[in-house]
């Protein structure tokens, strides 16, 4: 695994690789005909989401841009989440439960490890 460079944003296609690569027996989906650029990740054996992709305004974030952002929602543990919301491009939810979910943008604030690590424990949250 190469490092990340500072400030490089993984992108979708990373981020799917090392979600296809990672873990085993899940399902993608697109469930919102209206919004093609949202891609779940979810178990095949339950169903339960653990990752869910969008593009989003980032003024959805607090941001000051209306830009539109690539972001992940994960799935987290609820002791934790003050302590990853103080990290750079971790945020509260958006348009899921702030106590349980976090919204990390994918435009390389948050590192490639911090979002892989995320990425593990909401798989293991919403395992059977």
Same mark, same amino acid.
Request: glycine share 4%; with cysteine; charged share 20%.
């Given at each position: 695994?190469? @490092?990340?460079?500072e400030g490089i944003?993984? !992108?979708r296609?990373?981020l799917?690789? &090392?979600i296809?690569t990672q873990f $085993?027996?899940?399902?993608?989906d &697109?469930p919102?005909? !209206?919004?093609?650029?949202y891609?779940v &990740?979810?178990h095949?054996s339950?169903?339960?989401?653990?990752?869910l992709?969008m593009?989003?305004? $980032?003024?959805?974030?607090?941001?000051? $841009?209306?830009a539109m #952002?690539?972001? #992940?929602?994960?799935?987290?543990?609820p002791?934790m989440?003050g302590?990853?919301t %103080?990290? @750079?491009?971790?945020? #509260?939810a958006?348009?899921?439960s702030?106590?349980?979910?976090?919204?990390?943008?994918?435009d390389?604030?948050?590192s490639d490890q911090t979002i892989?690590? #995320?990425l593990?424990m909401?798989?293991r949250?919403?395992a %059977?």
């Amino acid at each position: 695994m190469t @490092p990340q460079k500072e400030g490089i944003p993984m !992108t979708r296609d990373e981020l799917q690789t &090392y979600i296809n690569t990672q873990f $085993s027996s899940i399902e993608t989906d &697109y469930p919102w005909v !209206t919004l093609p650029n949202y891609m779940v &990740y979810r178990h095949q054996s339950n169903r339960k989401w653990f990752a869910l992709v969008m593009n989003i305004s $980032s003024d959805k974030l607090g941001l000051s $841009s209306t830009a539109m #952002l690539d972001v #992940l929602n994960v799935k987290c543990d609820p002791t934790m989440i003050g302590s990853f919301t %103080k990290e @750079p491009g971790i945020y #509260l939810a958006y348009h899921m439960s702030k106590a349980h979910w976090l919204t990390i943008a994918l435009d390389g604030t948050a590192s490639d490890q911090t979002i892989k690590m #995320l990425l593990d424990m909401s798989f293991r949250l919403t395992a %059977k």
